[in-house]
């Protein structure tokens, strides 16, 4: 008893002191794009699941399916998002990014400055240390344990997605031009 209590203290005061940093470094960064935190993260779901369920938005932006619509319809008004229905399933509603809503998260991500983020710097002290960033394989396990497997393969998905899909130019990332890339 005396050691699952510890245990959850610990991880709650962690979780709460390390997310105070990155929510305050999060709003800085897509401040000047007009976004808060909740639509940042459904626009980088859109884009990573192409044509999200606002179920599957809900899902893994860790948030209720009324915030997850709620807050696509203003991306819709603002022409960032589109939605939809399936002929094969009327009952869900789906998102769908516009050229402008790509657009704006290719430029967020362009404009991410790494010597801003805490976290980042946070860490890299033990970058410099051990010649790379913490794996945080214990702390993806519990996440695992909590949300699931699908939630982890998108979790995944996102960063395999940046690797593949962008290079580093100058200091900031690029999306890769895949068309001009396929007819070389």
Known sequence: MKEAMLFSQRI?????ALWKAIEKDWQQWIKPFNLNINEHHILWIAYHLDGASISDVAKFGVMHVS???NFS??????????FSKKESDKRNTYIQLT???ENVLLCLMESYKPEKNAAFSGALPLKELYGKFPENMEM??????IYGDDFMEIFQRSFSNIENEFD?????LKKKNIAKQELA
């Open 168 to 172: 580093e130019k100058e200091g900031t």
């Open 12 to 16: 709650a005061q962690l979780s709460k």
């Open 140 to 145: 993806m396990a519990i996440v695992r344990n």
């Open 67 to 69: 915030t997850a619509f």
């Open 99 to 101: 050229e402008k809503g």
């Open 73 to 82: 319809k203003k991306l819709e008004e603002r022409g960032l998002l589109k």
